[in-house]
C-alpha cells in the first residue's frame, strides 16, 4: 500500500523495467518485470518518512543506482550489478 504522496522511480531496458517506491510503512520496494512478468513486490531496507527516491541505469542493462534517505540529512546509494540483487552501494553519501 501507498500514500498519496508516495514517490516512484522507474527504471526500463529491453523487456525489463523495474519500478522503485516507498511504501506507507517507509520501506524501499522494488517491483520487477522480466521474462513476460511482474515479479512479487519485495522490500529492501527502511527510509525516514517521505523519503523521495531516484533511479538510473547506468551503462547499458541491469546496472541500476538508487538513491533515497534512510536518515534525515543523509543520502544511501543502493543498487545492483546484475539487475536482481540489490545492496548498499554507499552511505552516506558524501555532502561535500
Keep these: 500500500m501507498y500514500d498519496p504522496v508516495a514517490y516512484i ?3 526500463s531496458w529491453p523487456d525489463n523495467h523495474r519500478i522503485f517506491t516507498i511504501d506507507r ?3 524501499f ?3 520487477e ?5 511482474w515479479a512479487p513486490t519485495k522490500q529492501l531496507t527502511n527510509t525516514i518518512v517521505f523519503s523521495p527516491v531516484a533511479a ?7 546496472r541500476i543506482r538508487i538513491y533515497i534517505q534512510i ?3 543523509q543520502i544511501a ?3 545492483t550489478n546484475d539487475g536482481k540483487n540489490y ?3 554507499q552511505n552516506p553519501l558524501p555532502t561535500n
Design 9 to 11: 522511480s522507474a527504471v
Design 87 to 89: 545492496s548498499v552501494m
Design 71 to 73: 536518515a534525515p540529512g
Design 25 to 27: 510503512h517507509n520501506k
Design 56 to 62: 538510473t541505469l547506468i551503462a547499458g542493462a541491469s
Design 29 to 31: 520496494c522494488v517491483t
Design 33 to 37: 518485470f522480466a521474462n513476460g512478468a
Design 77 to 79: 546509494e543502493w543498487g
